[in-house]
Each structure stands twice: as C-alpha cells, then as structure tokens.
C-alpha cells in the first residue's frame, strides 16, 4: 500500500494559511479520486479539498478548527 499525502492547497496568490472548518469523510472511509474530503475557510472564503487518488482516509492530521500553513500535510490517504 502507498501512503498518499493530501496538502492544503494555494487557492489564491496571497493565502498563507487555512482553518479546517469540517471534515466531511472520517478515518476509514473510502474515497475517489477528487471527491471532496474537507471543507477550508481561506481569506474570508469557503474552499473544499478533495481527494488526490482513490483510497481510504487513513489518518487526519490537521483536526476541526486548527489552522495549517499552504503545502502542508492535512490527512493520508492508503492506496491498494
């Protein structure tokens, strides 16, 4: 199994940082590719990361209400 890094992206030229507002899959789950897996508020606006392969969420490293800096690890997720 490969252990995939999902990263907060850069939505914007000037956003440094984003607050994890909601997760919306949990440790376990299955996701596809693209699916959205959290909801970001980043510079006043609502942003939803969504998954960069098909696989389970295996590990949420950034929790509800903690803010991570642009390319930072937020979760992983285990491909087969």
């Not at 970001?40 to 590990?59: C, D, F, H, Q, Y």
């Amino acid at each position: 199994m490969a252990k995939i890094e999902v990263l907060l992206p850069q939505w914007g030229m000037g956003m440094n940082e984003g607050t994890i507002t909601s997760w919306l899959k949990s440790v376990g789950d299955t996701v596809d590719e693209d699916e959205p897996l959290a909801e970001v508020e980043a510079e006043k606006v609502e942003e939803t990361i969504e998954a960069p392969v098909t696989g389970t969420l295996s590990e949420i490293v950034v929790a509800e209400g903690e803010t991570a800096e642009v390319r930072t690890v937020v979760a992983y997720i285990e491909t087969a």
